[in-house]
């Protein structure tokens, strides 16, 4: 696979938040024209000694830390396919260099499971038939995890479909007319909420 020569073009502040750029710039030490990065991905601290300097943060994960769940389609952020948490953004890893992770926290699908088992959301996706093809159910386990959870944090009520559509909107599914993967949603959200609520009784 050919690297890409250029990963974190996108700077603009609408786009910020998916590409995670809002950063420090990365200090990785060169070794031999690569870079050494020591990333934090799943809980674990993880290091790749030999990064090539253009590489996107999708494809250091992928190839060098042996994590394929974030898939690489459009490699240009308009897919969500890749989406990952990044400092606990979901931004497209695509978009960001692998560089740029230098030092900060990764999450990616694989590391949603809790104890070993899926979480509510990757629950949902399964149980409402949400998965068609798989390709894009990475990255829209990926947001809707975000979705809900923040939802949870800021204590909003449950998201209703126009606050899903939009949430959903930088995600691609070309198999379904996406009424499962929202129903999906709703079930994860439902289901959290009423975890919250025996937790706290």
Excluded at 5 to 24: F, I, W, Y
Excluded at 82 to 92: I, K, N, R
């Amino acid at each position: 696979m050919t690297e890409p020569e250029e990963t974190a073009s996108a700077t603009t502040p609408a786009t910020t938040a998916r590409t995670g750029l809002a950063h420090r710039p990365a200090d990785n030490r060169a070794v031999g024209g690569t870079l050494r990065l020591s990333v934090t991905i799943n809980g674990q601290d993880r290091s790749a000694p030999a990064v090539p300097p253009g590489a996107s943060l999708l494809t250091a994960l992928r190839e060098h830390f042996a994590l394929p769940g974030s898939k690489n389609a459009c490699e240009q952020g308009e897919c969500g396919s890749c989406t990952v948490y990044l400092d606990g953004e979901a931004v497209c890893s695509c978009l960001v260099a692998a560089g740029q992770a230098e030092g900060r926290t990764v999450r990616t699908v694989e590391g949603l499971a809790e104890g070993g088992a899926p979480d509510a959301v990757q629950r949902a996706f399964i149980e409402c038939g949400a998965v068609q093809c798989g390709f894009c159910t990475p990255g829209l386990v990926v947001t809707v995890h975000d979705l809900v959870h923040q939802r949870l944090i800021h204590e909003d009520g449950p998201p209703d479909e126009a606050v899903i559509r939009e949430a959903l909107a930088g995600n691609l599914c070309r198999c379904t007319g996406y009424e499962k993967i929202i129903e999906a949603v709703r079930q994860a959200a439902g289901e959290l909420r009423s975890a919250r609520g025996r937790v706290t009784q």
